[in-house]
């Protein structure tokens, strides 16, 4: 694989209307980032990802973009951001915007200009259709909820919306509006910018014929992810995009990609692919259910750890992904991946761990450093987002009374991420001086920024001692290009892989059972069936004891402290260590 300035980075997602608040209108702000940037330096990030701060109605939370070249008055001016790109880059912080592309606002000139004139230039932007029989073009369901065709007043025409109606589609089909991104695209990385992370970029692409599907619910409705499949030969915009913008720029591309195959990942992020990365979705879609949420599983530590290890065996010689446990459209890992009785900082920095060695880009959510939680909504009044709302209705549809509703919403909202950051235990956590715009989370007195940074076993403590490790020359080599080897697999709830360098071994292993477990390391070989030698083991890192200060001050020496005997290894309940062996 082709060596890459950002491989060896940490990256952190900064949703920025919960990040800071700089001048009291409870919504966080670029200036509140800027304020933050040497938090973020001192934590070790080398890459930030910026949800939409681009002009926006907000239909949904930015993702609607009524102008691309404006930054929103709510989160600050264009000047903000270029004192933003500029002090990012004293600190060696390549940033990255979201790019959305699918869809802009029904507030963007485009489409005011399609909607007066639907059969003119504008209307080619978009895909405006007439409809059969007095219904709609066809029977796809909105990822919100609903049609995706919006009629257009005093007409027989619709236009489409996979998301919510104020997010029209972009009709890629048509040269000029490519054109038209393509020149966006290049003025923002001509400013500075390092690249994008790509929105619902999997939806560029439509059927040909825009036809009926069968119905999967009884609203005669199918799901979008059926109506994708038929639509064949998104290489064809996605290689553009690339040779026109990102190549030229050596620009940083993330993908935001679900329904591709094991077997299509090359094309996305092989040699030459669409993309640098894309996030491992894998974990994250286990257990949906295309009825609803109210139908969702929640994924077992085993089902967890068979996740990572496909992706990783998937991925491996093809390409690096980015890896998460949450971001602003799922619930807080810690509450979506941890049982019950697991969430605690222990099972905090045990998750942690897993997926941080994993190989690929780490992305940090904000808050995710501190083992932030799912919000604590009382009621459905108390959620912004439109797809929880949707399901909510979902829910009750099917039945559900609305103690059930809520609580199935409250599990799996949107919302759940999108709670202002917990900087302290002041009043309003510190976020801001007036009103948030999205209730706190009341827990804030207990996590918070400023308590954690000042303890040296706090979940801030830890991931900082992760990153720390991952930036370490000494190990640096093998944690980012090293192979995941899983073992130790059929151990019931304690995952541990290898990561496997030329010459050296990393052993990362977690117990998730809430019972000590001892493990046989000798039963550990690598490919070339060499065994372990347990007297050779040497502790890097460990979960449960205060590590920061320490280990900044090298790992080494340690051998006395590991807790192996004779090739047994005894891991305490929620444990996570991280091994040379
Ligand atoms: C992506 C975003 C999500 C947004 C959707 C439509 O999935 O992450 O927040 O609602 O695209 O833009
Ligand atoms: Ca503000």
Redesign the pocket.
Same mark, same amino acid.
């Given at each position: 694989m082709e060596r890459k300035w950002w491989h060896g980075k940490v990256a952190y997602q900064i949703y920025p209307k919960s990040f800071k608040d700089s001048n009291g209108d409870g919504i966080g702000d670029i200036p509140g980032i800027i304020e933050k940037l040497d938090y973020l330096q001192e934590l070790g990030i080398g890459v930030l990802w910026i949800?939409p701060v681009y002009l926006s109605p907000c239909a #949904? %939370?930015g993702? #609607?973009i009524a102008d691309y070249y404006q930054i929103d008055p709510m989160f600050g001016t264009m000047a903000d951001m270029d004192r933003l790109l500029e002090e990012a880059k004293k600190r060696d912080i390549a940033v990255l915007m #979201?790019l959305?592309v =699918?869809?802009c606002s029904d507030e963007h000139v485009w489409f005011q200009k399609a909607l007066a004139d639907p059969d003119g230039e504008y209307g080619q932007y978009f895909y405006i259709e007439e409809g059969k029989n007095g219904n709609p073009p066809t029977n796809w369901r909105s990822? $919100?909820g609903g049609s995706v065709w919006e009629p257009i007043p005093g007409t027989d025409k619709y236009y489409l919306h996979l $998301?919510?109606k104020k %997010?029209p589609d972009l009709n890629w089909r048509n040269p000029k509006l490519r054109e038209e991104i393509y020149k966006m695209v290049n003025w923002w990385l001509d400013k500075g910018l390092a690249g994008f992370r790509l #929105?619902?970029i999997i939806n560029i692409r439509k059927p040909l014929v825009f036809e009926d599907y069968p119905a999967d619910r009884e609203d005669g409705l199918c799901d979008m992810g059926q109506v994708l499949e038929h639509a064949s030969g998104i290489g064809e915009y996605l290689g553009e995009l690339r040779d026109q913008t990102f190549r030229p720029h050596d620009a940083l591309t993330i993908g935001?990609v679900f329904n591709v195959t094991d077997e299509e990942l090359k094309e996305f992020i092989g040699e030459n692919g669409y993309f640098s990365s894309m996030f491992d979705f894998r974990q994250t879609l286990e257990g949906k259910s295309l009825l609803g949420w109210y139908d969702c599983r929640i994924p077992t530590p085993e089902d967890y750890k068979w996740c990572c290890f496909k992706s990783q065996k998937n991925s491996e010689g093809v390409g690096y992904l980015a890896n998460i446990i949450e =971001?602003?459209?799922e619930p807080r890992g810690v509450s979506h991946y941890l049982l019950k009785e697991a969430q605690h900082e222990d099972g905090k920095k045990l998750l942690a761990a897993m997926y941080f060695m994993l190989k690929g880009l780490p992305f940090i959510y904000q808050g995710q450093e501190l083992g932030m939680e799912n919000g604590a909504f009382q009621s459905v009044d108390e959620l912004e987002d439109?797809?929880s709302l949707d399901e909510y209705r979902r829910c009750l549809e099917v039945g559900c009374d609305e103690a059930q509703a809520l609580k199935v919403v409250c599990h799996y909202s949107?919302d759940n991420a999108r709670t202002p950051y917990q900087w302290s235990d002041e009043e309003q956590a510190g976020f801001t001086t007036g009103t948030p715009w999205l209730k706190l989370n009341p827990n804030y007195r207990r996590i918070n920024a400023k308590e954690q940074m000042a303890r040296r076993d706090s979940v801030y403590a830890w991931y900082r001692a992760l990153i720390r490790l991952r930036n370490n020359p000494e190990y640096a080599e093998t944690i980012v290009y090293g192979e995941t080897v899983p073992v130790l697999t059929a151990e019931k709830d304690i995952m541990a892989y290898l990561r496997s360098g030329e010459n050296q071994r990393l052993l990362v292993i977690g117990n998730f059972d809430g019972e000590s477990r001892k493990v046989n390391l000798s039963g550990i070989r690598n490919e070339d069936e060499r065994t372990t030698v347990p007297g050779a083991v040497k502790l890097l890192l460990n979960s449960q004891k205060a590590v920061t200060e320490e280990y900044d001050q090298k790992a080494q020496g340690r051998e006395k402290e590991c807790p192996v005997d004779q090739g047994i290894l005894t891991l305490a309940p929620y444990q996570a260590l991280i091994l040379e062996v």
């Open positions: 949800s #949904d %939370q993702y #609607d #979201d959305v =699918n869809h990822y $919100f $998301f919510h %997010q #929105d619902a935001e =971001n602003h459209d439109v797809s949107r």
